[in-house]
């Protein structure tokens, strides 16, 4: 089974290019535009990693890694935190 990816970024064209990149890798990929729905989604799909924005509109990324680490299923699961900022 395909390793499976969470790219939470509100940014369209990072979600695109992170997608491209790693669909073409054989990833299975699911995205999220902000934070507000990012928990259910994690517990739905159950990604292998999650690449999150810090900047996100709803909650901000690291409220949604807190929930995420919260939670029992989110305590191991690698989070790469993103940012566009300085």
Do not use: Q, W
């Not at 990833?27 to 999650?50: A, C, Q």
């Not at 999150?52 to 509109?57: E, F, G, K, S």
């Not at 890694?65 to 919260?70: F, G, V």
């Amino acid at each position: 089974m395909p390793e499976r990816v969470l790219v939470v970024d509100d940014d369209t064209t990072i979600r695109l290019l992170a997608r491209m990149t790693l669909e073409t890798a054989g990833y299975v990929v699911n995205e999220r535009p902000d934070g507000t729905t990012v928990l259910d989604t994690f517990l739905e799909m159950s990604p292998d990693l999650i690449l999150l924005d810090v900047l996100l509109p709803g909650k901000d990324g690291f409220t949604v890694c807190e929930e995420i680490r919260a939670h029992p299923h989110g305590e191991d699961v690698p989070i790469v935190m993103m940012t566009g900022l300085d």
